[in-house]
């Protein structure tokens, strides 16, 4: 049984294709990152395996149960989900509350936007504390939320979708909007989570090669709606492969586990 399994996906909206023949596999344990530019179905790809979405043509199935034949809402609770375009928890009652970190974090166990307060008791709120802590933040428990810097909430975000104990952790463009010190606060925390969780599956949407952590073992490439190439990380992140993706001549180059693009200038 896979994590993940695609065969043959289609997705369309409105006669416009958004997914176009996706065979995809997923093993337990492995940690993809999904690189692609604008409109190239990254994150339809990730709404299927989020539970979120049905597919129009082919079969998704995720944590071995295909969509279309199971419940959706009980297999959410074993998907972390983080998503940059995606208010997950009604993060301006936070504010308005002056809820903090550690509140949010407990929303996570009830999959709430706001959190219901008879579910947590010392239990829930000792795990909390602990996925604060693995996530490098846990001096942020009693901060309120809205003072919080866009790099502690992002931390905070992936504490959140640990809370349920996840099979799979998706992450779509987690590191949209942080400067430097913040995105490599989130990039080692996430690799931290590969020692940590060992069984976690990870799969990571980005634009940005910079911003692949140290621990990812597998790279798929989307263009126009379609896998360009997929495979363990070393062998699908080569200059030839980027530059076909991404449309113009690029240079990649791995130092120390992380991985860096430039454009070649003619």
Known sequence: MHALELDGVVVKVVGRTLLAGIDWRVEYGEHWVVLGPNGAGKTTLLSLASAVRHPTEGTAAVLGHRL???????????????????????????????????????TGHTGTSAPLWDKYGPAERERALR??????????????????????????????????????????EPFAGLDLPAREDLIAAIEDLASTRPVLT??????????????????????????????????VLTSGNLSECFGRP???DHLDGRWYARALRP
């Open 68 to 106: 279309g034949s199971v419940d959706l809402r009980a297999l959410r609770r074993h998907i972390g989900l983080v998503a940059a375009s995606q208010r997950l928890v009604d993060e301006d009652l936070m504010e308005e509350e002056g809820a903090t970190a550690l509140t949010v974090v407990l």
């Open 202 to 235: 990870t799969v990571t949407v980005t634009h940005h090669l910079e911003e692949v952590p140290a621990t990812t073992t597998h790279a798929l490439l989307m263009r126009d709606a379609r896998v360009q190439a997929a495979g363990p990380v070393r062998e």
């Open 250 to 252: 690029l240079h990649v």
């Open 131 to 172: 996925m604060l802590a693995d996530l490098g933040c846990k001096d942020l428990a009693d901060r309120a939320f809205r003072v919080c810097s866009q790099g502690e909430r992002a931390r905070i975000r992936v504490a959140r979708a640990l809370m349920s104990d996840p099979a799979v952790l998706l992450l779509d």
